[in-house]
């Protein structure tokens, strides 16, 4: 790696320790920001957007990397352009990938009926009554459903869907 690459690494963790960063995010975006210098083998003030991008893509098609870590190397590249070279990022401003949303696990109603029977079971909350402790459970279950059953459906005298 350059010297002068060095100097720039060791500039924007100087800057993140003066803002209070956690000794683990200075790690991982210092790693992260080497990476880059190392992967175009040129000074770091002369990386270009077009080429940080391409960094990216490679890294997400190739490395199959995680969203997380495609913000954490934009938040990197951020953090040395805007406040180790002093550009505006306005100008470079690049698209944070959209987050994975992934789908609610779905308990059947058997799964359901069994959790609340269980709670007879727990000795945790020995204060609680049994009733209470279902009908606690009762709500939040009834709480997340969203469209069946609704809580005309459930029989809060016997905790029954």
Same mark, same amino acid.
């Given at each position: 790696?350059?010297?002068?690459?060095?100097?720039l690494?060791?500039?924007?963790?100087?800057?993140?320790?003066?803002?209070?960063?956690?000794?683990?995010?200075?790690?991982?975006?210092?790693?992260?920001?080497?990476?880059?210098?190392?992967?175009?083998?040129?000074?770091?003030?002369?990386?270009?957007?077009?080429?940080?991008? &391409?960094?990216?893509? $490679?890294?997400?098609?190739?490395?199959?990397? @995680?969203?997380? /870590?495609?913000?954490?190397?934009?938040? *990197?590249?951020?953090?040395?352009?805007?406040?180790?070279?002093?550009?505006?990022?306005?100008?470079?401003?690049?698209?944070?990938?959209?987050?994975?949303m992934?789908?609610?696990?779905?308990?059947?109603?058997?799964?359901?009926?069994?959790?609340?029977?269980a709670?007879?079971?727990?000795?945790?909350?020995?204060w609680?009554? &049994?009733?209470?402790? $279902?009908?606690?459970?009762?709500?939040?279950? @009834?709480?997340? /459903?969203?469209?069946?059953?609704?809580? *005309?459906?459930?029989?809060?005298?016997?905790?029954?869907?």
């Open positions: 790696m350059r010297n002068s690459n060095l100097v690494i060791e500039r924007v963790v100087r800057e993140m320790q003066i803002r209070n960063y956690s000794e683990r995010t200075v790690q991982c975006y210092s790693k992260d920001l080497s990476k880059l210098m190392n992967h175009f083998d040129i000074p770091g003030e002369q990386i270009t957007i077009s080429q940080f991008k &391409d960094y990216l893509h $490679r890294r997400i098609t190739m490395g199959k990397v @995680s969203t997380s /870590v495609v913000n954490q190397s934009i938040s *990197a590249f951020k953090i040395l352009q805007t406040d180790i070279l002093g550009r505006v990022w306005e100008a470079i401003k690049i698209k944070r990938p959209r987050r994975v992934k789908l609610p696990v779905v308990l059947s109603l058997q799964e359901v009926e069994a959790l609340i029977s709670t007879l079971n727990l000795t945790d909350f020995r609680l009554s &049994d009733i209470v402790r $279902r009908q606690t459970l009762c709500r939040s279950f @009834s709480a997340k /459903v969203r469209l069946w059953p609704t809580e *005309a459906d459930i029989n809060w005298s016997t905790c029954k869907i």
